[in-house]
């Protein structure tokens, strides 16, 4: 029904969307609210996310990562049609002045779900300690060595893991193994997904969607880079490579 409604509206809302932008001539927060209607009319008031768990909350989320997440759609990385076409016409500058914006919106997030779980205690068990620990002997590291370890994201690049719905968490490491996910090269996800099987991304995603947000829920900074074995690189978080790059190289 959202979803519907969304669609039926976006037209609409975009044309005023974008001819605000137009003439509006300040980033004042008041003018950059109106001037994202049309994206909080699916991802929620403030960008906090709708209810059903489909359109992904994007306030305080670290403004890197959000600007990454709107070159990759227009840019093909990630796909969904109605996101690609927003994003497509604007400028790099424009993306990352709304990238910023809805990064510094600090708003509560939604108490975890507290459906009961749909897996047993030893599969959660075992998604609780990939998350913190990781598995060595398969060399995936823990999901905190990058996402930090509150899992709230550390800036300037890298997401939080909690105040994720489950079906959001599973579609998009599920994408990640499809090929319908990117991220800049070398992607780092991608390498790490596939190290994982069906039944480590279902412990993972669902131990994570149940874990509380903690306060302060924003994402921390790295005081200084992970040791990353080499084939876990993140082109779209460079900083958290500890090996200094050469000097002459980009
Ligand atoms: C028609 C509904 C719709 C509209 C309008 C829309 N989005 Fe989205 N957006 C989505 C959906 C659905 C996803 C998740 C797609 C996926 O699963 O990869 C998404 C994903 C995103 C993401 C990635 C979030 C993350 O955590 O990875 C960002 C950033 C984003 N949108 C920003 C925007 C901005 C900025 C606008 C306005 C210019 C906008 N969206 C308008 C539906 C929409
Ligand atoms: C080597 C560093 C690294 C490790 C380890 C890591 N991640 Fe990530 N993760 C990233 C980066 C960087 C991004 C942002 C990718 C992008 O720019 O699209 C990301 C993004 C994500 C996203 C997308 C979040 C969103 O809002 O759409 C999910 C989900 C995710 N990681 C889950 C995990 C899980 C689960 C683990 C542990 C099994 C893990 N990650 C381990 C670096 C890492």
Redesign the pocket.
Known sequence: MFHLLCKWALPALLTLCWSLGAVAATDAPSAMAERVRACTSCHGEQGRAAPDGYY?RLAG?PAG?LY??LL?FAEGRRRYGPMAQLVQPLSDDYLLRMARYFASLDVPYPAPSREAPRISRQALEHGRQ??LY?DAARK????A???GTPLMGTQP?????LG?PLD??TA??GAWQTGERR??APD??AE?VRR?NPGDIIA??SW?SMQPVPTPSHARTLQQGVA?DAS?R?G??PE?DAQPQQKGQP
């Open positions: 992904p989320k990562y990454h997440q990759n990939l998350a990781g995936l590291p823990a999901c060595t990058c996402h690049n890298v997401p939080a893991l994720l959001y968490l998009q490491l991220a800049h780092c996800m790490i994982m993972v995603a994570l990353l876990l993140c779209s978080a958290l």
